[in-house]
């Protein structure tokens, strides 16, 4: 990896992709992606230095309009592939990116597992409470009573918390966004970058198409930023607390964040010396290989 | 045949520690340079039930365990029960005549009674009568002791000196007495020569990995492939590879592509249940164009199956793993000693053709445990990664990922490379990596990247060695195979000719992509065919018809969970030439 571009600070705009999105007008994703290109740009980043990965949904088209390394992967799969990926090569900024369905629903399993694994990777969640590229159908963070193409009663399950789902499995940042508030939303993508350990960001990302429930008009009276009132992000109980506020007052910001576990990368001693492994010489040294026919004698 | 051939069968419990003398068996042989195949007939159960460990000895190299059973350990009543109708004259019998009754057996066997609790005194323990019949094993065979009691201290050192005394005490005296009592066997294991290395098949699998530079392995326990987890989780601190198990086998396949796309060779192995699950994994490394390398180990299916037995039942599923239509790579390898030397090509092929490459092997040749000899032991193979940019150059700046080239291979540029920005997808994508639907989905540019895609293959194709008939040209029949019953196939040939049967043997290794017009060939030239596999409907011989129009003569076919043995083919064979039957399923004598 020799870097031979000469690394000029560059700006959001450096860090748009070879083609424009395709989201519908209006879309809270566009939010998301210009947020992220800020704070990227922001943080002084290259894009060869990024990999972002997503799984498959109308959010995770991003990684085709946002100038980095990427990997548009398969639906739910984004935080897996994200993890080998970030194993293979730690010294990248590994971002991963989805949707609510993507990542709550048939990704589930990788959701709590990666939190407690705690690569040190960011994953940023297009939270609409639908699935848009399907064309509307209920999704696992969808309120109960929501109409939809699926549930035209209505829908009788309990949506997921994935806040306090989060905290519990182990995920060592937890924060909401919301495409309303820009300004929070950079810096939250900032903070989660720089937090060592697996940081979720899960973004209020109105589907203005299929979501006539949870809209702008919606979410701009009820949301209340944590760094407006009195939080401890330290401790895991006030921020469990607060991830079960959800009414007239909807949190966001920082719910929780600890430094006191390492993460995986540096538990694992594979990795302590020699670089990223997928620059590191791959025939074993004539030492490896006696020691192991050694051993069969 | 001439020469030291030599069946031991020990049976017992699980939980009895069968493998114990299993394994100070297999140290002993391989010391003494006498080859070694051990095959376990075991239940999925960590207590009780009963295993069968077959432990065949020879002085030279022996790909099966054989036919029959020349010493019987029984570690338990239901081993005396069960097996001992399977001895014949010239066998013997060794037994704890404390705890088991002797049955009935055929003449010309004899009975070894020890009284293990009288031997061992007062430092008996349990697993003392092990030591005793391995102790008489030896004595029959002409062993000298001095032999056993270094594998015992070897076996035993890690524990504590005292239970390598107490072990070394209570084997001499069982020694002493088996030489006063008992008639030693009519075969005497060789003297000792150059030493062999024992290894288990699943090691191979892990070993030439590593060798072949595998950095990342990434798995989810599933009988019975978790040997390879195994292995490479001992070793990956001293040989620098990251090795995770994770939650599931879909999180696996996602890790391996995620890795092998960041830049390491990647690998993953599973059983059919898990590779299941993998499957959209595996699509998506062919459209992403990403080289990994995924082991199938086949055990007994449908569904859960049987976990513990073996059949070569997944062919199709490897086939058919994914939707849509890809280049991928299908190999079966016949034994651990053919995976150790063949992987590490498999891993440059993958690189060259970027592609996923899947490995069937099956309980028979992973579960194994044998001897092999250490110098064919290349540690050191070729690798060669093939068009692989792992810094800038002059594309910087207007790289294209999946750039059209006449053999369909597109330079492959490792992220971290300032210029080299791309986005690999598992949506249809241009030569850039841009979505075609992100532009407007395009017919003809669909066509040129799958035809780019899929002219990969023909360059794969004449990498692959074309198959090959072994053996006399001018055969009465052919003996067709693929995959793990190479060693049956050839010893039922050896066995055959003894008959005054002449066979020769043609077997695939290579399966996808598959050299059809060499194999429509030598298949025509045949005089009579026959394939043998171990699955119920003929898999292979349904998809080699399919690739060649030609259809065998007859099938001899096993779905019982147990491997073949030779003289299952050889007997099905003579009644097929003989007219009889087109299609065989032999019986199988041993109930585990
Ligand atoms: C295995 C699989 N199942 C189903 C789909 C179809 N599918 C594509 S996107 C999607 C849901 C997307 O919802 P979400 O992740 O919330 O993303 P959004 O479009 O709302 O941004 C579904 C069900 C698929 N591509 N793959
Ligand atoms: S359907 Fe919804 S989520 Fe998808 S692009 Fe349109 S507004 Fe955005
Ligand atoms: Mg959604």
């Not at chain 2, 013997?92 to 088991?100: A, E, G, K």
Request: include cysteine; charged fraction near 20%.
């Amino acid at each position: 990896m020799s870097d031979t571009n000469t690394q000029l600070p560059l700006t959001a705009k450096d860090f748009k992709g070879k083609v424009n999105p395709d989201w519908c007008p209006g879309c809270g994703d566009f939010g998301v992606l210009n947020g992220l290109q800020r704070a990227v740009s922001e943080l002084g980043l290259q894009p060869h230095q990024i990999l972002t990965i997503s799984g498959i949904g109308c959010s995770s088209n991003l990684p085709g309009f946002f100038k980095s390394y990427g990997m548009h992967t398969l639906h739910g799969r984004s935080l897996p592939h994200a993890s080998g990926a970030k194993l293979a090569n730690h010294e990248m900024t590994v971002i991963a990116t989805g949707g609510d369905g993507d990542g709550y629903g048939i990704g589930g399993n990788h959701f709590t597992h990666t939190s407690r694994r705690n690569l040190n990777i960011l994953y940023l969640v297009m939270d609409n409470q639908i699935y848009g590229l399907t064309t509307g159908q209920i999704s696992p963070t969808s309120e109960v009573g929501m109409k939809t193409k699926s549930t035209p009663h209505g829908s009788v399950e309990l949506p997921i918390n994935p806040i306090a789902n989060a905290i519990t499995s182990g995920a060592t940042w937890v924060a909401r966004g919301y495409t309303g508030n820009i300004k929070q939303l950079v810096r939250l993508i900032k903070e989660g970058i720089e937090h060592k350990g697996f940081a979720l960001l899960d973004v209020f990302s109105p589907c203005v198409t299929f979501n006539k429930v949870n809209t702008y008009q919606f979410f701009r009276p009820r949301v209340q930023p944590l760094e407006d009132i009195e939080h401890d992000s330290s401790d895991w109980k006030q921020g469990m607390e607060k991830a079960m506020v959800w009414g007239d007052v909807i949190h966001t910001g920082v719910f929780f964040k600890t430094n006191t576990r390492l993460t995986l990368e540096e538990q694992e001693p594979v990795l302590d010396e020699g670089g990223p492994l997928a620059y590191r010489e791959l025939s074993l040294n004539s030492e490896q290989t006696e020691r192991i026919v050694s051993r069969m004698m | 045949m001439s020469g030291f051939d030599y069946v031991i069968s020990i049976g017992g419990a699980a939980g009895q520690g069968i493998a114990t003398p299993g394994n100070i068996l297999a140290r002993l042989f391989a010391r003494r340079g006498i080859h070694m195949y051990a095959y376990n007939a075991y239940q999925s159960i960590i207590r009780g039930g009963h295993s069968f460990l077959t432990v065949r000895c020879s002085d030279r190299e022996v790909r099966t365990h054989g036919d029959d059973i020349d010493l019987m350990i029984c570690l338990n009543q239901d081993t005396m029960d069960r097996h001992l109708e399977h001895l014949g004259p010239g066998s013997s019998v060794i037994f704890n005549s404390d705890t088991i009754e002797p049955g009935e057996a055929t003449e010309g066997v004899q009975l070894c009674p020890m009284a293990v609790g009288e031997l061992a005194g007062k430092g008996a323990n349990k697993l003392m009568q092990n030591t005793v019949a391995i102790a008489v094993a030896c004595q029959l065979i002409g062993i000298e002791f001095s032999a056993l009691a270094d594998v015992l201290e070897f076996q035993f050192s890690a524990k504590s000196e005292e239970l390598v005394a107490a072990n070394v005490e209570v084997g001499k005296a069982a020694y002493d007495y088996s030489a006063a009592n008992f008639q030693p066997a009519s075969q005497s294991a060789p003297q000792p020569s150059e030493p062999l290395a024992v290894w288990a098949g699943n090691q191979a699998f892990a070993m030439a990995a590593a060798s072949a530079g595998v950095k990342f392995y990434c798995a989810y326990p599933m009988s019975p492939s978790t040997g390879i987890l195994h292995w490479m989780a001992e070793n990956a601190r001293e040989l620098g590879i990251m090795v995770r198990q994770v939650e599931d086998e879909i999180s696996v396949i996602c890790m391996t592509v995620g890795a092998a796309h960041a830049g390491c060779r990647s690998m993953c192995a599973t059983s059919g249940g898990g590779f299941a699950l993998m499957t959209e994994g595996v699509g998506e490394a062919g459209m992403m164009e990403v080289p990994i390398v995924i082991v199938n180990v086949q055990r007994a299916g449908p569904s859960t199956g049987v976990p513990t037995k073996t059949e070569q039942g997944d062919l199709w599923q490897v086939l058919g793993a994914s939707q849509g239509d890809f280049p991928k790579l299908i190999l079966a390898p016949s034994s651990p000693l053919d995976a150790f030397q063949t992987i590490p090509e498999v891993f440059n092929l993958a690189d060259k053709y970027q592609l996923p490459a899947i490995i069937l092997s099956d309980l028979l040749i992973s579960d194994e445990t044998s001897t092999i000899n250490p110098e064919l032991l290349n540690m050191h193979p070729v690798i060669d990664r093939g068009e692989l940019i792992t810094e800038a150059g002059e594309e910087v700046d207007n790289y294209e990922r999946y750039k059209f080239t006449d053999s369909g291979i597109s330079p492959r540029a490792l992220p971290g490379i300032p210029g080299y920005e791309h986005v690999v997808a598992s949506d249809e994508h241009m030569p850039n990596g841009v979505l075609i639907s992100d532009e407007y989905t395009h017919p003809h540019k669909r066509r040129a990247m799958m035809e780019k895609r899929q002219r990969k293959m023909g360059g794969l194709l004449e990498d692959l060695p074309p198959p090959v008939i072994v053996g006399d040209s001018n055969a009465e029949v052919t003996l067709v195979g693929w995959g793990s019953t190479a060693g049956v196939i050839q010893e039922a040939i050896e066995q055959l000719a003894t008959a005054g049967i002449v066979a020769n043997h043609l077997h695939f290794k290579w399966i996808v992509p598959f050299h059809a017009d060499e194999a429509v060939e030598l298949l025509s030239s045949c005089k009579r065919t026959i394939l043998i596999e171990n699955n119920y409907s003929g898999l292979f011989h349904r998809y080699m018809r399919g690739e060649t129009g030609f259809t065998v003569d007859g099938h001899i076919r096993k779905y019982d969970g147990e491997p073949f043995k030779p003289h299952h083919i050889v007997a099905a064979v003579q009644k097929q030439l003989e007219g009889e039957v087109t299609l065989s399923v032999p019986y199988e004598e041993i109930i585990v």
